[in-house]
């Protein structure tokens, strides 16, 4: 399992947090703790999926937004309200965006459509990505501490403990995604 974390946990990292990632990079904290993964390379993947995950939901936003907002009166209509917000609070909210969950992919699609310059949103997104990898890394590494204390010989368990934690990650993703994909449907429709 050991090599399968150093092999892969990496990749891993890179994808999660291209996606919201706040869990993979908790994980990637303890396994770093736990002597499976280097803390700075964690924190280094976690910074390179983040900004790459920014941009791509922010051009995404520039080159698709103006379609679906042309398509949709109610959007439409509060476009300008949301550049004159931007405008005034833009920084603010590129960098609160990171650690706000579960919701950081729309707001780049809209800061995307806005009349935002793509060398603010990328400056700020890069001071963003910087401070939230390394903040979440270290929660996840000193958490880690946590669990060393209580598994003493985690060699013996890691057959068991790694699988599990693994299979809770992925459990409490698919609920929550049901759970927005329920809101989604409820508040939009189909």
């Known amino acids: 399992m050991e090599a399968y974390i150093a092999k892969y946990g990496y990749?891993?990292?890179f994808v999660g947090t291209f996606l919201e990632g706040e869990t993979t990079v908790l994980l990637g904290g303890i396994f770093s703790r736990l002597g499976y993964m280097n803390i700075l390379m964690v924190m280094f993947y976690a910074f390179a999926g983040t900004l790459a995950g920014d941009c791509t939901f922010f051009s995404i936003?520039?080159?698709f937004g103006k379609t679906i907002i042309e398509r949709f009166e109610?959007?439409?209509k509060r476009v300008p309200l949301a550049n004159k917000i931007i405008k005034h609070y833009g920084n603010f909210i590129i960098f609160a965006i990171r650690f706000l969950v579960g919701i950081r992919a729309i707001i780049l699609i809209l800061l995307g459509c806005t009349n935002m310059k793509v060398g603010r949103f990328f400056m700020?997104?890069?001071l963003n990505s910087i401070c939230w990898s390394i903040l979440v890394g270290i929660v996840g590494y000193l958490f880690g501490r946590v669990v060393f204390v209580f598994v003493d010989d985690i060699k013996r368990y890691e057959t068991v403990i790694v699988p599990v934690v693994l299979g809770l990650v992925v459990l409490l993703i698919l609920v929550y995604r049901h759970i927005m994909n329920k809101k989604?449907?409820?508040t939009y429709g189909d």
């Open 74 to 76: 109610f959007i439409r």
């Open 124 to 126: 700020y997104s890069i």
């Open 184 to 186: 989604e449907k409820e």
């Open 11 to 13: 990749i891993g990292i």
């Open 61 to 63: 936003g520039r080159c």
